[in-house]
């Protein structure tokens, strides 16, 4: 069987891998025009009631119906009741910002700058982003009328009138998809998982059957590939579920994508299968049934592949697909406190802490505000000392660049512009020149708007690549023709608009890329060393009785782990001659980063009887002894690090020896008559069986990583 897992973008020249990274992208997938429908009809309705009833910030409104529909209809109706406070909470500090800094030139330029701070920082340390994204939406797009020479009552009215046009348009985007009846129609994480896992298995029971599989399931599979994973991160990552579940399912996503990459290239690669593999890939198939059936039973995976799945060859297709799905079962269990099921509906958490764990602790936060609070006072102070107030849409375009830019390169920021430029001025202007007036009403102009907006959503429905692309000509055409309340008839506010999102996405690329930014490969091996040294940190807590800090602990982590993957996108968008072996890099990194975040999960599971949770004491003996296991573990991930970051590999510490003493001391606990321990101690002592589960899964996975990382080149 073909060895090796391609990818399906991999070409040779450049532009080949451009043309093909387009196909893939713009390419239809399992619910992509039922997003672009919702998109357009919000969109579509909002601008009819604000040019019917001629409504104040009519562009921004529209704009805002078109971004949030993008969410899951769970998430947008959930959301309403969030973005109303949200937004009254922003008007408040706009007007209490105003009653003291309005009348002092020098005291409103500190107050505006400081501002464009507390914005990005709450983008990214805000444990609500929703929240922390209205508030910044609000004040951002008010800022040009309180910097206009209008009496301050008129300034009041605007931002009110903002107010109201934005809360119209979360109503209207809240609304669409409980017209379609979409919010409740199946389940937004499981179904998608289990969709695809039933495709693998079909594409599987074609093979073992020795027949060719049928187009259907080809093209789903395929469609599947190029869709990515995305969306499912994003559900996952904007869950209020516990975090030990976010975890979890992030894991487990994370691991269907690659047993989707796996089946997409056995479509692709000629293979042959041989007489003897059959068994073994129905056996696979078999495996894959049972695990989606228990997802959507809501019970514990297991998996019971037969002695013929361990006869392949390493590096097979067939291995990799092995190897990948014997981690669900074990993604699932490790978080788990009890042999017991899943439960169905996970418990959800109170809002305890109004930012995240790691708010003030990770730098990151601190960066991103600061770099956010440069681009946009940088283009505020452009405009302001030139008196050009025509190009203020350039600080609203570094925020509205910002709710996706984490993570940004240089090829993010031409998809940007390359956006801007189709949306304001291919589409915007010419829509303006050649279409417009031929019609004189809004009948006519609904026609444009909907053809514009459809191609801006079928772009913006595209994978975390090329999404900025139709976001951005959404933006652009928005900006140009829905500002005002009738055809334009000078091309000079149009021109004034499109310059000023250039400015802000210019502005924005500079600052971002420049202000602590590195090549995407770079950054995606720094972050992943972070998250070995991270990961080596928590492994020796609680040292003290601050829990606080553990928690902190994991939110950096997971969060280091999904940039890490942000950052393999950005890889593939980034040309030139050293691109093979970035790829090369990256490729090994993915391999590595499943392997590490189920490491994590199950050091969140032994993590409760080190911290001594109600249910969770040992005796001191064994408790020592986790110590010392512990240990060695954060040496080994520590020893990783240096072995990425081009030191000596330090193996000094031993797993293997941390564990067999753990296991020893387990053994001499289980030994110890009933009669000696207290009623309490002697209840515990069946839970030895899972605890030295856990410690032994995590010995496996340090020894595999050891053994990965030692071997391979240290990458550069």
Known sequence: MATGARSLSHVSSPLARIRNLLREEFAPYPGRGDLVLRMTVAATLMMIINMTFRVPFAAYATLYAFNISREHPEDTVRAVTITVVAFAVSVSYILIGALFFLHDPNLRLFWMIATFFVMFFALSALANNTAAAR???????????????IPVGDKVEQTLWAFWAISIASVIAAAVPLIYGEWKSRDRLLQPIADRLDAIRRLLDSYAAGTPPDEKTEKQIIDFALAGQSALRQTVQHAAHLPQYRDQAGTVVTLVGRLIDLAANMIAL?????????????????????????????????????????????????????????????????????????????????ARSFFKPDAFTNPDHIRFGLKGCLAASLCYLFYSASAWPGINTAVTTCFLTALSTIGSSHQKQMVRISGAMV????????????????????????????AATMVAAW?????????????????????????AFGIQASLLPGRDRIIGIVLGLTTMGLVFDQLWGKPAVVEMKKTFISSLRVLAEFAREPRSRDLERSYAL?????????????????????????????????????????????????????????????????????????????????????AMADRLEGRSFDTRSSVE????????????????????????????????????????????????????????????
């Open 135 to 149: 508030f910044g939406y609000m004040v951002i797009i008010t800022i040009p009328a309180w910097d206009r020479h």
């Open 554 to 638: 994991r939110e950096t982590i997971t969060s280091t782990l999904d940039k890490v993957r942000v950052l393999a996108d950005d890889v593939l968008l980034e040309f030139g001659r050293r691109h093979e072996q970035d790829v090369s890099v990256r490729n090994r990194i993915r391999q590595w980063e499943p392997q590490l975040r189920i490491l994590f999960i199950t050091t969140i599971a032994t993590w409760k009887y080190r911290a001594k949770l109600p249910g969770f004491e040992i005796p001191e003996s064994v408790a020592a002894r986790q110590g010392t296991f512990d240990d060695t573990v954060a040496h080994s991930l520590e």
């Open 270 to 350: 000629p293979i042959s299968i041989v007489a003897h593999e059959r068994s073994r890939i129905r056996s696979l198939a078999a495996g894959i049934g049972d695990i989606r059936s228990d997802l959507l039973a809501a019970r514990i995976p297991h998996l019971a592949l037969s002695p013929d799945t361990v006869t392949g060859h390493s590096g097979t297709l067939l291995d990799e697909m092995e190897s990948t799905l014997a981690l669900i079962p074990e993604a699932v269990a490790a978080t788990l406190s009890r042999d017991s099921d899943v439960p169905r509906q996970p418990v959800r958490v109170s």
């Open 459 to 483: 772009c913006a429905a595209a994978g975390p690549r090329l999404s900025y692309f139709g976001v951005q000509i959404a933006i652009g055409f928005y900006l140009v023709n829905v500002a």
């Open 657 to 716: 020896e941390g564990y067999a003493l753990l296991e020893r001391a387990v053994q001499d606990a289980r030994e110890v008559p009933a009669r000696t321990q207290g009623a309490q101690e002697s209840v515990r002592v069946p839970r030895f069986q899972t605890f030295l589960a856990l410690h032994q899964n995590i010995h496996a996975l340090v020894a595999s990583l050891e053994t990965e990382i030692g071997t391979a080149e240290s990458p550069t």
């Open 423 to 450: 949306g304001a001025v291919v589409m915007g202007m010419g829509a303006q020149i050649f279409v417009l007036p031929h019609f004189d009403s809004i009948a006519g102009f609904t026609l444009v708007f909907v």
